[in-house]
């Protein structure tokens, strides 16, 4: 079945950056685009963007313009969310996730945890 | 950009009951919207999608309606499993916002 599997848990430092992949399996990579979802602690979802790995196409959410960079690598079926200038408030549990036609969450990553402390 | 809020943020209520949850989009979205469920330390999963079509395997007392603005999710007897925070999310463009949630426990 469709899997995402997301590197490991983070710790940085304020005024870091962090990169966080998302390796896809049991499906064609370039036929769907990758969502990144996060969820500060005993808090809601929060949408943060979305790419196509099969054209680079994307859509930053207006709160992280100029803070976050989506890529993918189709020869890895690797998506990838790097998030700079780290603040305490971005701790969270960040999660990349498949749309399917429709722009639907049909797939979840298992997340990745990214405590930001001093 | 289009705000989604839930109703109400949290409830409690008995195994058998009928519960309902409300969701309210600020500009209409046509029926471009899901319902997620996150059980507590899990991933989400999708329980409805385009307002009203139950997702594959979701059990069949998960009901949704609505269109437009206004959109309810029903579950209509309520099981110890179905503890739970519901989400809605717009999907009609973007930004794909989600609701605040609706935290569901059993009384």
């Known amino acids: 079945q469709v899997q995402l599997e997301q590197s490991g848990v983070e710790v940085k430092r304020p005024g870091a950056s962090v990169k966080v992949s998302c390796k896809a399996s049991?499906?064609?990579?370039?036929?769907?685009?990758i969502t990144w979802v996060r969820q500060a602690p005993g808090q809601g979802l929060e949408w943060m963007g979305w790419?196509?790995?099969?054209?680079?196409?994307?859509n930053y959410s207006q709160n992280f313009q100029g803070r976050v960079t989506m890529t993918t690598d189709t020869s890895a079926s690797t998506a990838y969310m790097e998030l700079r200038s780290l603040k305490s408030d971005d701790t969270a549990m960040y999660y990349c996730?498949?749309?399917?036609?429709?722009?639907?969450?049909?797939?979840w990553g298992q997340g990745t945890l990214v405590t930001v402390s001093s | 950009d289009v705000q989604m809020t839930q109703s109400p943020s949290s409830l409690s209520a008995s195994v058998g009951d009928r519960v309902t949850i409300t969701c309210r989009a600020s500009?209409?979205?046509?029926?471009?919207l899901a319902w997620y469920q996150q059980k507590p330390g899990k991933v989400p999963t999708v329980l409805i999608y385009?307002?009203?079509t139950l997702q594959s395997g979701v059990p069949s007392r998960f009901s949704g309606s609505g269109s437009g603005t206004d959109f309810t999710l029903t579950i209509s007897s309520l099981q110890p499993e179905d503890v739970a925070t519901y989400y809605c999310?717009?999907?009609?463009?973007?930004?794909?916002?989600f609701g605040p949630g609706t935290k569901v426990d059993i009384k």
């Open positions: 996730a498949r749309l399917r036609n429709g722009w639907v969450i049909d797939s």
């Open positions: 049991a499906y064609t990579f370039t036929n769907y685009f």
């Open positions: 790419i196509s790995p099969y054209n680079g196409h994307i």
């Open positions: 500009q209409g979205i046509s029926n471009y």
């Open positions: 385009d307002a009203s």
């Open positions: 999310q717009k999907y009609n463009s973007a930004p794909l916002t």
